[in-house]
């Protein structure tokens, strides 16, 4: 096996021989071709004892030689430039090879790709680096998998299990101080099971578990979801507008579009300053927002997207659904964005 120096110049001495040797009847024709008519008029003038005819065998030699100089120059840098493209492209193969391959690499698959063998030092020595560092990373994203689930899984076990003996101590005939410390553990109870919930579905985003796409109508899918908004929150003023000449259609997974759009819509329902507020929701070409009026304060830009964020206590939210909306617009390839102005919290979600 040998380095990718060593294989460059070998390839480059041997091309460079075999372009002088090809060469070389080039100059003995060009040779021939300015001087061997001047050499035959003086050897015949010689030998029929004539006087030797006037010739500037200065100028001819100074032109010949420019001549020849220049030639060969170009036919040697013609050749030198497609001999070193050949060169570079053929020693090459294997590293774009890799590079595609790494490029296409999905750690939810389940076989570490396999790289073309290469009598390249360098280019062997990164391959198998790539190979271990794939097969360890797709091992830690199977754990990291599993982990999750299992978790999740029995979490949901014992908050099951709580909810259920909350309810039946519900039905029982409680004093109202009992009754409402029984209130308050079902709350908490009932966080805890969003929150459960929030996480889980945060790291299958981050994990992107979600590989199911299809091409869907944004407007048409927000309409379909407007009747729900409105029945579950009669005392906002929900409203969408778009513009019907657009069509906005983008390749999405329905489960965290469908995620995306409640999460906006509630964080604006519980940062809605007054009742009966009007929520707006807006889609155009190049983006969607949603905006709804505040109180005079504007929310901690810095903070917002991270989780358990919360500027404000009195929600009810777990302060992850921000950050589950961040998640699902950077695994679209989307832009979440948000700004204060005309005192309204404005959340735009941009599609580049």
């Given at each position: 096996m040998k380095s990718l120096l060593h294989k460059t110049l070998s390839q480059f001495l041997v091309c460079t021989v075999a372009i002088f040797i090809l060469t070389t009847p080039l100059f003995f024709l060009l040779t021939k071709y300015f001087y061997a008519e001047d050499m035959i008029d003086i050897i015949e003038a010689v030998q029929l004892g004539t006087s030797i005819p006037h010739i500037d065998l200065e100028r001819d030699i100074m032109v010949g030689m420019m001549l020849q100089f220049l030639l060969i120059f170009l036919v040697l840098s013609l050749a030198l430039f497609i001999m070193m493209r050949f060169i570079t492209h053929r020693l090459w193969l294997p590293f774009d090879d890799t590079l595609q391959k790494t490029e296409q690499f999905n750690l939810a698959q389940s076989v570490v790709p396999q790289f073309q063998k290469t009598e390249i030092k360098e280019f062997a020595r990164l391959n198998n680096s790539l190979a271990k560092l794939m097969q360890q990373d797709k091992e830690i994203y199977r754990i990291q998998k599993e982990f999750t689930e299992n978790a999740s899984h029995e979490l949901q076990t014992p908050i099951s299990i709580i909810r259920s003996k909350l309810d039946l101590l519900m039905q029982e005939e409680l004093d109202e101080r009992s009754m409402n410390l029984v209130s308050d553990l079902y709350d908490l109870n009932t966080r805890m099971e969003h929150l459960n919930r929030n996480l889980l579905l945060l790291a299958k985003i981050e994990n992107s578990q979600y590989t199911e796409m299809e091409e869907v109508d944004l407007g048409s899918f927000i309409r379909e979801s407007m009747p729900t908004y409105n029945v579950l929150h009669s005392d906002l003023n929900i409203s969408f507008l778009d513009q019907r000449t657009c069509h906005v259609v983008h390749n999405v997974n329905t489960i965290l579009l469908s995620?995306?759009?409640?999460?906006?819509?509630?964080?604006?329902?519980?940062?809605?300053?007054?009742?009966?507020?009007?929520?707006?929701?807006?889609?155009?070409?190049?983006?969607?927002?949603?905006?709804?009026?505040?109180?005079?304060?504007?929310?901690?830009?810095?903070?917002?997207?991270?989780?358990?964020?919360?500027?404000?206590?009195?929600?009810?939210?777990?302060?992850?659904?921000?950050?589950?909306?961040?998640?699902?617009?950077?695994?679209?390839?989307?832009?979440?964005?948000?700004?204060?102005?005309?005192?309204?919290h404005v959340f735009s979600v941009h599609f580049r």
């Open positions: 995620c995306l759009l409640n999460n906006l819509v509630v964080n604006a329902i519980r940062h809605t300053a007054a009742m009966n507020g009007e929520i707006r929701l807006l889609l155009c070409n190049s983006y969607f927002t949603v905006s709804n009026p505040a109180d005079g304060v504007s929310l901690n830009a810095r903070t917002l997207f991270q989780r358990f964020s919360s500027d404000d206590t009195k929600t009810s939210g777990n302060g992850l659904g921000l950050s589950i909306a961040k998640a699902i617009c950077d695994y679209h390839g989307w832009r979440l964005q948000y700004v204060f102005e005309e005192n309204h």
